[in-house]
């Protein structure tokens, strides 16, 4: 397995551009998460989704993010309108009921 | 709610001493406990889990955590650390219905030749 993938790598957008990052979890997990990472506040959990459906998006900052996962093999989070301070690393996780979180490389996104 | 606490922002050894990072957690019940360690520019990978059973957990890379309720604790530990641990270290806390994890802030390791 090729493990958790994300797209892309790195991301630089201007500020008020939409942002779209992606992730395909591992085959057979049934939890996907979103976390963000910043000097700042650390890891935060997003949003995530059991069998496909969001379970918690408490973590969620504004209405300008959003999160799918229209099938199992494959979610987005995607801000509109981005702002400088949404400036992270974005990471996606799954997991087997329990079994440990499986972490993608992250997606690191500037705004400017 | 649970919460875990990570006291050491940021420890320095020297390579071939021992380790012992600390992890403090806030939990009803029994907790999942767990592990992970980040390299610059990775993703975190998991370094050993605590479900039930014996309180001493092994992992990989020669890492072990022991789970002290008494204490609330769930310390990790390293006989001999490798230039190669130097990395940054954090403990998560889950409960028991559900796959939520909640990190502690890290501890970042850095390990003198």
């Known amino acids: 397995d090729a493990g958790v993938i994300q797209s892309p790598r790195h991301e630089v957008t201007e500020m008020g551009q939409e942002v779209t990052l992606r992730c395909k979890p591992i085959s057979g997990h049934d939890y996907l998460f979103w976390y963000r990472q910043t000097m700042m506040r650390g890891l935060e959990l997003l949003i995530y989704f059991n069998n496909n459906v969001p379970i918690d998006d408490s973590g969620m900052p504004e209405d300008r993010f959003s999160a799918k996962m229209p099938n199992a093999s494959f979610s987005t989070l995607k801000i509109q309108p981005s702002e400088p301070r949404d400036s992270a690393v974005y990471f996606c996780?799954?997991?087997?009921?329990?079994?440990?979180?499986?972490f993608g490389s992250g997606t690191r996104l500037t705004v400017v | 709610a649970q919460s875990v606490t990570q006291p050491d922002i940021h420890i320095t050894v020297s390579e071939g001493a021992s380790l012992e990072l600390r992890c403090n957690y806030s939990?009803?019940?029994?907790?999942?406990l767990f592990w992970y360690v980040q390299s610059p520019g990775q993703g975190l990978q998991l370094l050993l889990k605590?479900?039930?059973?014996?309180?001493l957990v092994q992992g990989i890379k020669g890492f072990e955590a022991e789970f002290k309720r008494s204490q609330s604790s769930f310390n990790l530990r390293k006989p001999s650390v490798h230039w190669s641990d130097a990395a940054e270290y954090f403990c998560a806390v889950g409960a028991q219905n559900t796959d939520k994890l909640i990190f502690g802030t890290g501890t970042r390791l850095q390990v003198f030749p």
């Open positions: 996780a799954s997991s087997f009921s329990l079994g440990g979180y499986t």
């Open positions: 605590y479900f039930s059973g014996d309180t």
């Open positions: 939990y009803g019940a029994t907790p999942y």
